[in-house]
C-alpha cells in the first residue's frame, strides 16, 4: 500500500512538472537543451520515488512505536492515558485554531 501511494506521488508530481514546462514560454527552450531538461526530470522523480517511500515507511513505524508505547503505559497507569488524550485533544485544538 505505501509503494503505491509513493507511485501516486511520484506520477502526480511528474504531471505537475510536465504541465509547468510544456506552460514555459518559448524562451525557454530556446536557452536550455532538451538532454538538460530530461536529465532534471530524470533526476527529480528518482530522488522523490526513493525518499517519499522512505518518509513513508518512516512515518508508519513511528506512529506504530508511539502506539505501542502508549499501550504499555497505559497498562502501567491507567491514569496517564486519560491525561495523554485531554493533552492530546488540546494540542490538536490549538493547532486547529
Given at each position: ?22 506552460r514555459?514560454?518559448?524562451?525557454f527552450?530556446?536557452g ?28 508508519v ?15 502501567q ?16 485544538f490549538?493547532?486547529?485554531?
Amino acid at each position: 500500500m505505501l509503494s503505491l501511494t509513493a507511485q501516486g506521488v511520484s506520477r502526480t508530481l511528474h504531471k505537475d512538472m510536465l504541465n509547468h514546462v510544456l506552460r514555459s514560454p518559448v524562451s525557454f527552450f530556446d536557452g536550455s537543451p532538451r538532454g538538460r531538461i530530461l536529465n532534471r526530470f530524470s533526476a527529480d522523480i528518482e530522488v522523490m520515488d526513493a525518499r517519499s517511500y522512505l518518509s513513508g515507511k518512516q512515518s508508519v513505524q513511528n506512529a506504530l512505536i508511539v502506539l505501542a508505547k502508549v499501550v504499555v503505559i497505559g497498562m502501567q497507569s491507567p491514569i496517564v492515558v486519560g491525561m495523554t488524550a485531554v493533552v492530546t485533544a488540546l494540542a490538536a485544538f490549538a493547532m486547529v485554531s
